[in-house]
């Protein structure tokens, strides 16, 4: 019998990865607190990059409208995919990416629970901002079309009226499970193209299915307020944001950062080392 001399530190097999994220997390903080401006305007970059690509995704659906159906879902989906690679090949802010990296951070007590939820809320805030800013600017141009405002209306209404609080937030757990997942293998690699295939194959798979992310779902929202503003309900749009807002923290922050926190390292680890 061959004696085993492996320890438990050789089990937390991506440890480097989680050393990456924790390097991350002690980065936003020091841009949080000693330049808020910076990280105001990496979220709104992420926002306004978001709502750009969603109308691009727009326009792919009803321009092939009336061919196969799940064909273009498909199209539109490997089309918004694009916007995930973007925001994070640019280290742009995403709320929906800072539940994993903030969760990861928290659980190796290189950040409090009170900083990290500011940090979140106050990148949601200027994510909207980002795709408020792009609404406004295309509002006086020809870029949204009947079709891409009937389509966008028909979208939202199946998120918010035609959708009940519990689906809003398995749907959403969902979604920032399949994203961070995502994410977090992008990190294991160092050249572009490989990041970029796993960080859109996260994305592909929650356009595509429907499912919740809180941030695309603002920015439809803001896509309505300047072009359909009387058809939205908006007390069903609180209730999506708020169900999708918990379900995507629960699938990217306790799905995704928490368990892979946990199997690659004790609490204590990070700050003993440090």
Same mark, same amino acid.
């Given at each position: 019998m061959v004696d085993n001399g492996k320890s438990i530190n050789d089990t937390y097999t991506s440890k480097e990865t989680i050393e990456n994220i924790n390097n991350q997390v002690q980065m936003k903080e020091v841009m949080f607190s000693q330049t808020p401006g910076r990280y105001a305007l990496k979220? =709104?970059? &992420?926002g306004f990059l978001l709502a750009i690509v969603t109308v691009f995704m727009l #326009? %792919? !659906? @009803?321009? $092939? *409208? #009336? @061919?196969?159906e799940g064909l273009v879902n498909l199209m #539109?989906? %490997? &089309? $918004?995919? /694009? *916007?995930l690679v973007l925001i994070?090949? @640019?280290n742009s802010e995403l709320l929906t990416s800072n539940?994993?990296? /903030? @969760?990861v951070g928290w659980y190796y007590k290189i950040i409090g629970m009170n900083k990290a939820l500011g940090i979140m809320l106050v990148c949601f805030l200027f994510n909207i901002i980002g795709g408020f800013i792009l609404f406004a600017l295309m509002k006086f141009t020809p870029i949204m079309t009947p079709e891409m405002i009937s389509s966008l209306t028909s979208m939202v209404d199946g998120k918010t009226i035609d959708s009940r609080w519990y689906a =809003? /937030?398995? !749907?959403a757990i969902f979604c920032n499970f399949f994203i961070n997942i995502g994410i977090y293998v992008s990190i294991q690699f160092k050249d #572009? /193209? &490989?990041k970029a295939f796993f960080i859109a194959c996260g994305v592909i798979v929650f356009v595509f299915m429907g499912y919740e992310h809180v941030v695309f779902n603002a920015g439809l929202y803001l896509g309505m307020v300047f072009y359909d $503003?009387? *058809?939205?309900a908006w007390l069903h749009v609180l209730k999506n944001i708020v169900c999708a807002f918990i379900g995507n923290f629960i699938g990217g922050g306790i799905f995704v950062g928490l368990v892979y926190a946990y199997l690659n390292g004790r609490r204590d680890s990070w700050h003993s080392k440090s």
């Open positions: 979220s =709104i970059m &992420s #326009g %792919i !659906k @009803t321009q $092939f *409208a #009336g @061919t196969n #539109g989906a %490997i &089309s $918004f995919s /694009l *916007a994070v090949l @640019t539940f994993m990296y /903030l @969760t =809003i /937030l398995v !749907k #572009g /193209l &490989s $503003f009387d *058809a939205v």
